[in-house]
């Protein structure tokens, strides 16, 4: 079982971001048709495998306010963002940044107290996102999959800027749900599903004030990267990296939520941190995405400050420990 939840999460999720950055290059300008897609989709996945979700209800509607405007402002931004100038591996490793959010918010809100190990560790991992930032800030996209004009233009700064301003408060938006939707839990019970269901489906009329865009990329849709099977028959290979993408998105998001259920949280982070690698190679690899030595410093810094921080290195020696003492019994 565990095996193939690992299999799942990274294959599920490399190939989820592969499609990604594949359309966010299309030059169709898709990202908020992206989002809406995976708005449709996940609902509809859970409501499959889980009708009984429109009655059985444990979490007042109401109670999703906050959680709503949050989710969706922060899948709006993260997907937007691949239009503003910011290279897809700096994209993986920004949201590494949750972790100095959800600290200093559970601080500030909640009064929680970290110990110098945690707080050494988050400052390892802000300074590697930096370094990352700081190398990739002369990226451009190509000139052939750059979108030509962004309201973004009216800023007297580059796009790139935009786009690390974006992805901040995002990463402060998300740490502020993860407190939120742990408050409703622990009023209400876990019921992951039912949140992700009513979040997602109550979500959508929030798309009506981005619908000029989507219906403008819909329309981009049926006429770019067609694939003429017969003179008669083409093939619409937008909208089937669309609908892949959104599938594996989603399917890589509940690998995620079944792997911590079946293994240890040790096995988890080391999981999740693989499939940060792989997605980056992946990208400077398919897409030519520009990697030198500070990129690969950088990302072994955040890899090894989320490893102290949920203290990966000490569950391992604990491992070996344990293994070594049965042995010589």
């Known amino acids: 079982m565990a095996t193939?939840?690992?299999?799942?999460?990274?294959?599920?999720?490399?190939?989820?971001?592969?499609l990604m950055e594949s359309l966010a290059k299309s030059g169709a300008n898709p990202m908020?048709?992206?989002?809406?897609?995976?708005?449709?989709?996940?609902?509809l996945i859970v409501l499959i495998q889980n009708p009984s979700i429109l009655i059985n209800r444990h979490i007042p509607l109401k109670s999703y306010f906050t959680?709503?405007?949050?989710?969706?402002?922060?899948?709006?931004?993260?997907?937007?963002?691949?239009?503003?100038?910011?290279?897809?591996?700096?994209?993986?490793?920004?949201?590494s940044g949750t972790l100095l959010a959800s600290v200093l918010l559970s601080y500030i809100m909640l009064g929680r107290v970290y110990s110098w190990k945690s707080i050494l560790s988050v400052f390892t991992i802000t300074f590697g996102?930096?370094?990352?930032?700081l190398v990739s800030s002369n990226y451009q996209s190509p000139e052939e999959n750059r979108i030509k004009?962004?309201?973004?233009?009216?800023?007297p700064w580059p796009r790139f800027f935009t786009g690390i301003i974006a992805q901040t408060l995002c990463l402060f938006l998300s740490a502020y749900m993860g407190i939120e939707q742990e408050k409703l839990f622990g009023r209400y019970g876990k019921h992951p599903d039912e949140m992700l269901f009513y979040v997602n489906t109550l979500s959508l009329p929030l798309f009506g004030f981005l619908w000029p865009e989507i219906s403008k990329a819909i329309s981009q849709f049926n006429i770019i990267k067609n694939f003429e099977i017969t003179e008669s028959i083409t093939l619409p290979l937008l909208w089937i990296e669309l609908i892949a993408a959104c599938v594996f998105q989603i399917f890589c998001v509940r690998s995620v939520y079944k792997l911590t259920s079946v293994t240890s949280t040790l096995n988890v982070n080391m999981i999740l941190a693989l499939r940060k690698f792989i997605s980056i190679f992946l990208s400077a690899y398919l897409f030519g995405n520009e990697l030198n030595i500070y990129h690969f410093?950088?990302?072994?810094?955040?890899?090894?400050?989320?490893?102290?921080?949920?203290?990966?290195?000490?569950?391992i020696l604990q491992k070996y420990k344990q293994k070594y003492v049965k042995k010589n019994e």
């Open 129 to 133: 996102i930096i370094l990352f930032t």
């Open 4 to 18: 193939v939840c690992i299999t799942n999460v990274l294959g599920g999720c490399a190939a989820s971001m592969i």
């Open 67 to 95: 959680i709503i405007l949050c989710f969706f402002a922060v899948n709006v931004m993260n997907n937007q963002t691949l239009n503003f100038d910011v290279p897809v591996p700096l994209f993986i490793i920004f949201r």
């Open 149 to 155: 004009f962004l309201w973004i233009d009216y800023f």
């Open 297 to 315: 410093l950088a990302t072994l810094m955040i890899i090894g400050g989320s490893f102290a921080y949920y203290d990966v290195f000490g569950l």
């Open 32 to 43: 908020h048709l992206v989002t809406f897609g995976s708005f449709i989709l996940a609902p």
